[in-house]
């Protein structure tokens, strides 16, 4: 068997690092990962359009890291909707100059995929939680520019949305449908099992947590169209908040070993979706 993790972030500042990772996720017969960059917040940085251009360094340097330790790897930047929720909480009439800063940070981004640097952005999108209404408009107009520049680019998209179900997938497509993207370039990023149900309907890509009870819900209740995620945030302080990408190895075989789930659906995930969906050759 072979595992891929669709969704992670590494830490080099403050946690284990991308080398360390892929090595250990090499061991679990790991081959493919999409490493997503961090806030500057985490990396020591300000919350500037400084900041965010030595963060996205930072994740260059990550995804050559893993590169080199054997595994294929989709790098990913973007602005966390939790980072503009938290500009704007701060300064609820600073929208302007947040959006300013947004999009020029999108407009580097951009230019780092036209120079084969970046394959896409991630993470984007709108906060999962509750916070005030100029917060979910600020991130709602970023979400649009992000995604009208992506089908620019022709670059995939992941997307950190609210787990809304019907309505959440209902709003993307039409998003989708007037921008005139390529929905198979969009993966919606951490999806909750009623939200995937929606999204197979729909013909979205999208991940899900590799923890045991979500895997096993999914498997019992999904196609397997989807891919599996860690959404490891590599933060030593915060070691449950989610998984490990050895973990979500370790859960899936549990899964197979409980008859829960077989092997054809586990390589599904693992190996023809990724080949699929990112153009990447297995090893």
């Not at 709108?126 to 408009?137: D, G, N, Q, V």
């Not at 089908?151 to 997938?169: A, K, M, P, W």
């Not at 197979?200 to 196609?223: D, H, M, N, W």
């Amino acid at each position: 068997m072979l595992f891929a993790d669709g969704h992670l972030h590494t830490n080099p500042v403050k946690g284990l690092g991308a080398r360390t990772v892929a090595k250990k996720f090499k061991e679990v017969n790991g081959w493919f990962m999409v490493l997503v960059g961090l806030s500057p917040k985490h990396l020591g940085f300000d919350m500037n359009f400084d900041g965010y251009v030595k963060s996205i360094d930072v994740l260059l340097k990550e995804c050559e890291a893993a590169r080199e330790e054997g595994l294929k790897v989709i790098c990913l930047s973007g602005i966390h909707p939790a980072d503009i929720d938290d500009l704007i909480v701060r300064n609820p009439r600073g929208g302007e100059k947040i959006l300013d800063m947004a999009q020029n940070i999108l407009n580097h981004i951009g230019k780092l995929v036209k120079n084969g640097l970046i394959d896409g952005i991630g993470e984007i999108g709108r906060p999962h939680y509750k916070t005030i209404p100029e917060s979910f408009i600020a991130n709602s107009i970023i979400l649009r520019y992000a995604l009208a520049l992506a089908r620019d680019l022709n670059c995939f998209v992941h997307l950190h949305l609210e787990q809304g179900g019907y309505l959440t997938v209902l709003d993307i497509e039409s998003i989708v449908k007037d921008y005139n993207i390529n929905r198979y370039k969009i993966v919606l990023h951490h999806s909750d099992i009623p939200t995937s149900e929606e999204a197979l309907k729909r013909g979205f890509i999208f991940t899900i947590p590799g923890k045991y009870q979500v895997l096993k819900e999914a498997f019992r209740r999904l196609s397997p169209d989807y891919i599996v995620e860690s959404d490891f945030i590599d933060d030593p302080k915060r070691p449950g908040v989610s998984s490990y990408p050895w973990q979500i190895v370790e859960n899936q075989l549990k899964l197979l070993h409980e008859n829960v789930v077989d092997e054809s659906y586990l390589w599904r995930l693992n190996v023809d979706n990724i080949a699929r969906f990112y153009n990447v050759s297995p090893p």
